[in-house]
């Protein structure tokens, strides 16, 4: 494992109500992620955002964690398998088509639940995956405080949300807290704290921490921004890039209760946490910090270590094992001390079982067992054939596979521990024979011949005729060094030939394997190896044909408990075939290190492990471009259903009154109103439209205030502008513009004609959505986007005059953007151009 993949350092305390709170809308929004085939496509992060650990005071620094977000490591994510395998396979949309299933459920099947609104829980989440938050806890030990912050969470949707949440929680007939003024800020009060925006940031903070924050935020006092252990787990090299990182500080937590230290446990320093991007693989690690010389239940921690040149013999070819490394004789010994020390009063109970060791199999433990054995341990599934036998459930074959497991430990003295094997294998037998009084020929393990010293049991008499004896024959041999247990002989015996086979025979790092060789850390006692390249695809793409079963059983267990049948639905259409997954998925690898500042735990896959602890709290994370690609798809298409309308109302005023629309202006000609309130009456806003005094300008006493009640077909849902009354959706005001101020254009004005003349766009810059203001147009000026543009990735939607819309390109020649605003240029355009 190089330097930088790992979190290094030089060397439970109370919760806010509202940081516990936090933590559970957290993992409700992480079970939910999927639940909505749209999300924000946010754009492209243009610099590396600043670290959110600023909002946390550096002094007395208990807890930090902080996700960076993907937008700030979009180029890195990009190169990852999971990226690949959620956007350019029907995965992604197979998962958020699952996870809005079990939203649904979960829902119906909690009343409180019912509350929560789906569109509600994917905003937050797509804010919080897209953008990043941190959260903090500082201070007295014994009564810390705390702050929340999301960053770039100043859009309406989202604050409206937060206030919605705050009012929630206050009593019915509670009046709405004021905002209290601290160091130029507005604190909204919420409980025992409050919440604010700083720049575009959201910020929670307890009543104790609010003014340490401000203090950390005006520079008046330290940030954790600078802390030494943030500071190394946030620094990239050799391709690793940390996406989220965090630590605990153990020694600024309340004092350990003497108990603990007298265990050894005040020698834990911290716990830190580092997950991230290297190269095409997510990669976590997680630390804890206890620096050497470590004692008590620490000492624990040291144990015989190897590497990747190092590994126990395992036959070569195999796609996945685990390997342990102990010293079962010194690590025994360890823990008879501490019990002697901390619990002397259970010291029977390990006597106990020694005695009944040595009385039952005839072996003393220490001696005979656990100094014969270790330090490495390993454990493999080996290929088998199934049998060729039928079977009474086609699913039993799935059992078979399992003949191939074979359990290996290493042996510090062969001949010792073979003398006595023969002693250990007849108490198993007299064990079994007593558990097996009705069968007519019980199972024994028979000494056959073969390499060292070996023992079979045949099963072949048990069940259906010939049913187990055709897969499992359960095998104890004893060769090359090696006590191996394996499910079936034919096992045993290639394990065997591993142990005696040079290199060519032994498991070593080839092909996808290599990068995963070159990622181990120096000096694990534990290495799982998983290759998920056939099981998974194969799997994924059987799940038409496997969900009905499985919603049988679900159906069978939730009517048993009283509750509704519940079915899962898979939409073939979003299943990916095995081979297009499987093309992009790699083998993953898990290691536990030792070293001298503690221990680490080091994942390297390509798709979050469910059954990983370190990894399953992000994995919806991970799916996030799949869903923003496609919620902005759905955004776009809301945006241009948006300047359809207008196209519509256009037309519609056009055929009313002989003219396309205009601002209304004065009898002196001046603008006073947008041609955006000309339409209202065309645009089912008649009401509105009386509501204005059209012989004032947009912005009087009487007309401003109408601001606020702007129509949601001036708004693109794509455009997070903080100011609601503003609009994008803008016409070209110049000489030959279809919106020329002081002309009426009517539809023969257009000779440029009216699929190649634009109405309205989208404008990178908006403005009040009354006020008489469009895009200056300057047609001797050199060829540009004249202010168009928008939040979309790529380019802008446009109005044709002819009431289509069409995606511009923000790559189309400019040349050609310049004629597409005339009316009346008389340019030649290309159809293909645009």
């Not at 940030?223 to 391709?239: C, I, M, Q, T, Y």
């Not at 991007?277 to 010389?293: D, I, K």
């Not at 509704?564 to 790699?586: E, H, S, T, Y």
């Not at 065309?682 to 009487?702: A, G, M, R, T, V």
Request: proline share 8%; with cysteine.
């Amino acid at each position: 494992m190089n330097r930088s993949c790992r979190a290094s350092s030089n060397r439970s305390a109370r919760r806010p109500s509202w940081l516990a709170a936090g933590s559970a809308l957290c993992l409700m929004l992480i079970g939910s992620r999927f639940t909505s085939a749209q999300a924000v496509a946010p754009a492209a992060t243009e610099k590396a955002a600043s670290s959110l650990a600023r909002y946390v005071p550096g002094e007395k620094v208990i807890a930090l964690f902080e996700f960076g977000g993907i937008d700030a490591h979009r180029e890195a994510w990009k190169k990852t398998a999971a990226q690949k395998a959620l956007n350019d396979t029907p995965l992604g949309a197979l998962l958020r088509d699952l996870a809005g299933q079990g939203f649904d459920l979960a829902q119906k099947a909690n009343p409180g639940f019912k509350k929560v609104a789906k569109a509600d829980v994917v905003l937050l989440f797509d804010q919080i995956t897209a953008k990043g938050f941190a959260a903090g806890l500082f201070g007295d030990p014994d009564k810390p405080s705390g702050v929340f912050v999301l960053r770039d969470a100043d859009r309406p949707e989202v604050v409206r949300l937060v206030e919605a949440a705050v009012a929630a929680g206050r009593a019915k007939d509670a009046p709405r807290p004021e905002p209290i003024q601290k160091s130029g800020r507005s604190i909204h009060p919420n409980g025992d704290g409050g919440w604010w925006i700083e720049g575009h940031d959201l910020v929670f903070a307890d009543k104790g921490g609010v003014d340490a924050v401000l203090a950390a935020l005006d520079g008046k006092g330290a940030n954790a921004e600078s802390h030494p252990r943030r500071v190394a787990l946030a620094k990239p090299g050799d391709g690793y890039e940390p996406v989220a990182l965090g630590f605990f500080d153990i020694t600024a937590a309340p004092a350990l209760p003497p108990k603990a230290v007298k265990l050894g446990l005040d020698g834990a320093k911290a716990v830190e946490f580092q997950w991230g991007f290297q190269a095409e693989a997510l990669t976590t690690v997680l630390r804890l910090v206890a620096p050497s010389p470590r004692r008590g239940a620490l000492k624990l921690i040291d144990q015989p270590t190897f590497d990747v040149g190092s590994l126990p013999p395992i036959p070569a070819g195999l796609t996945g094992f685990n390997l342990f490394s102990i010293d079962p004789l010194k690590t025994y010994d360890q823990v008879v001390a501490l019990v002697k020390e901390n619990a002397p009063e259970n010291i029977k109970e390990f006597e106990t079982f020694e005695a009944r060791v040595r009385d039952r199999i005839g072996l003393d433990l220490r001696g005979d067992v656990l100094k014969l054995l270790g330090p490495q341990l390993a454990i493999y599934l080996l290929p088998v054939e199934l049998p060729q036998v039928n079977l009474p459930d086609p699913r039993i074959a799935t059992f078979f596979a399992y003949g191939g497991l074979v359990v290996s430990a290493r042996t510090t003295d062969e001949a010792a521990l073979g003398a006595k094997l023969e002693g250990v294998v007849k108490i198993i037998n007299q064990a079994v024979a007593e558990q097996a009084k009705g069968v007519p020929k019980p199972p024994r393990f028979v000494r056959e011949d073969g390499a060292g010293v070996e023992y079979v049991m045949d099963l072949s008499e048990i069940g259906p005729p010939g049913l187990l004896g055709a897969a499992f024959s359960p095998t104890i041999t004893l060769a090359k060094g090696q006590l191996m247990v394996a499910a079936s002989r034919d096992a045993a015996r290639k394990a065997v030939a591993a142990a005696g086979a040079g290199p060519d025979g032994r498991w070593k790092p080839t092909e996808a394997f290599i990068p995963l060789a070159e990622r181990l850390p120096r000096g694990m006692v534990m290495l799982s190896v998983s290759d998920i390249r056939e099981t998974l695809p194969a799997i994924i793409e059987s799940l038409p044909q496997l969900v009905p079963m499985l919603n049988a059983q679900i159906s069978q267990a939730s009517r048993a408990n009283g509750g509704p049948a519940v079915a899962i639905n898979i939409d073939p259409a979003k299943v990916p075939p095995a081979d297009q997954l499987r093309a992009l998925l790699f083998p993953a690898s898990f290691a536990l290190a030792v070293d001298d500042q503690g221990i680490f735990f080091v994942q390297r896959e390509s798709l979050p492990s469910v059954t990983s602890p370190a990894s399953s709290g992000v994995l919806v994370a991970l799916l996030l471009p799949a869903v923003q690609a496609a919620r902005e798809a759905a955004r776009r298409a809301q945006c241009v259903n948006n300047l359809k309308q207008i196209g519509l109302a256009f037309h519609n005023h056009d055929a009313v009154t002989g003219a396309f629309p205009g601002d209304i202006v004065d009898k002196d000609g001046k603008p006073l109103l947008s041609w955006r309130v000309a339409i209202l009456p065309f645009i089912e806003q008649q009401e509105l439209y009386n509501q204005f005094k059209l012989d004032e300008p947009w912005d009087s006493p009487h007309n401003k205030p109408l601001l606020s009640q702007i129509p949601t077909i001036y708004r693109c849902p794509s455009d997070p502008r903080p100011d609601s009354t503003l609009t994008s959706y803008l016409g070209f005001d110049g000489p030959g513009g279809f919106l020329e101020k002081g002309r009426k254009v009517q539809f023969e004005d257009v000779t440029d004609g009216a699929s190649k003349t634009f109405a309205v766009v989208e404008a990178a810059e908006g403005v009040p959505w009354t006020k008489p203001a469009d895009l200056p147009f300057d047609p001797k000026a050199p060829s540009s986007l004249f202010g168009a543009g928008s939040k979309h990735p790529g380019g802008f939607n446009a109005l044709f005059v002819d009431g289509s819309v069409r995606f511009m390109n923000r790559a189309t020649d400019a040349k050609t953007l310049k004629a597409l605003i005339t009316r009346n240029g008389g340019e030649a355009i290309d159809p293909g151009s645009y």
